[in-house]
């Protein structure tokens, strides 16, 4: 059974810190590329950063030079530092573990951030 499973959310002031972590079990997770997104009430979910098994990075532009996406291959996990963290960071934020050519894509159940002072 494959899970992901996400923790480090939390309260925090804005211009302030949090490492996001997501530890998967029940898939190989070298090989998979693995995303953060995050999602408001009635939005659409963001992506926000990936990371291939390769461990190449992508971020998109709301997070970038905010946030870094980092993996650890031998603890099954994937972090997403967030520093400098803004009011409107605040959301639901998930991990996606995902792999193009066995056409399998996996989420967590997500973690709360909440920006505010």
């Known amino acids: 059974q494959v899970q992901l499973v996400e923790s480090g959310g939390g309260l925090v002031q804005p211009g302030g810190s949090l490492r996001l972590s997501c530890a998967a079990s029940g898939i190989i997770f070298s090989i998979y590329a693995m995303g953060w997104y995050r999602q408001d009430p009635g939005k659409q979910r963001e992506l926000l950063a990936s990371?291939?098994?390769?461990?190449?990075?992508n971020y998109a532009d709301s997070v970038k030079g905010r946030f870094t996406i980092s993996r650890d291959n031998a603890k099954n996990t994937v972090y997403l530092q967030m520093n400098k963290l803004k009011p409107e960071d605040t959301a639901v934020y998930y991990c996606?573990?995902?792999?193009?050519?066995?056409?399998?894509?996996?989420w967590g159940k997500g973690t709360l951030v909440t920006v505010s002072s």
């Open positions: 990371i291939t098994s390769g461990g190449s990075t």
């Open positions: 996606n573990a995902a792999h193009r050519q066995l056409g399998m894509s996996y």
